[in-house]
């Protein structure tokens, strides 16, 4: 039969004082520094021999490995400015970036994919698209050039008719009078009669 295991208790947090953590501190930084200092000699000791710098080299020269540099953001900034592989990688990418700026090719024209019977059924197509829309255009400049020159015999008929108009509304306006019993005037035939 088994026996159950026992649970331990939960490990609570363990608190530091501020002496404690200023400690710390300090020797986190002091710990930094000692890294980049030695990272510094080693590169510097790397450049007197004419040596590449790598990750590989500077462990040789002074036993820092590479993920106590990568810890240390200064430390990483100071190995990738002198790392001989990185720099001459971004020289690289500048030259070509360059390169590709002076020399960017002309986009592809799409219709270049196509074969020459495709090219010509699109052609052929586009062609009779434009011959009706011409047509289309040609039709519609004719019923307006039809409709202005209704237009202007309209307006023509209507300057003839214009004295007639004004004689009818003059009428129109002395019979509306005369059905309201509205007032007389000098032409009428009398006062109008009592009812």
């Known amino acids: 039969m088994?026996?159950?295991?026992?649970?331990?208790?939960?490990?609570l947090p363990r608190t530091y004082s501020e002496a404690q953590l200023a400690?710390?501190?300090?020797?986190?930084?002091e710990r930094r520094q000692a890294t980049v200092e030695r990272l510094r000699t080693a590169i510097d000791a790397l450049k007197a021999k004419k040596q590449e710098i790598s990750v590989q080299t500077i462990y040789d020269e002074c036993g820092l490995r590479y993920a106590a540099i990568h810890r240390n953001p200064e430390a990483l900034a100071l190995f990738r400015a002198n790392s001989t592989?990185?720099?001459?990688?971004k020289k690289q990418r500048k030259r070509t970036s360059r390169e590709d700026r002076d020399a960017t090719p002309?986009?592809?024209?799409?219709?270049?994919?196509y074969k020459k019977p495709q090219l010509v059924a699109r052609l052929r197509s586009a062609q009779q698209r434009l011959l009706e829309v011409q047509q289309q255009q040609a039709a519609l400049a004719e019923a307006r050039l039809r409709q202005e020159a209704k237009i202007a015999e309209l307006e023509a008929k209507l300057t003839v008719l214009?004295?007639?108009?004004?004689?009818?509304?003059q009428v129109r306006r002395d019979m509306q009078s005369k059905e309201h019993g509205g007032r007389w005037m000098m032409d009428d035939f009398g006062p109008p009669t009592g009812r």
């Open 106 to 113: 002309a986009p592809r024209d799409p219709l270049l994919s």
């Open 162 to 169: 214009e004295p007639y108009r004004t004689f009818v509304e």
């Open 2 to 11: 088994k026996t159950k295991a026992r649970r331990r208790p939960p490990r």
């Open 23 to 29: 400690g710390i501190k300090r020797s986190t930084e």
């Open 85 to 89: 592989n990185l720099v001459a990688a």
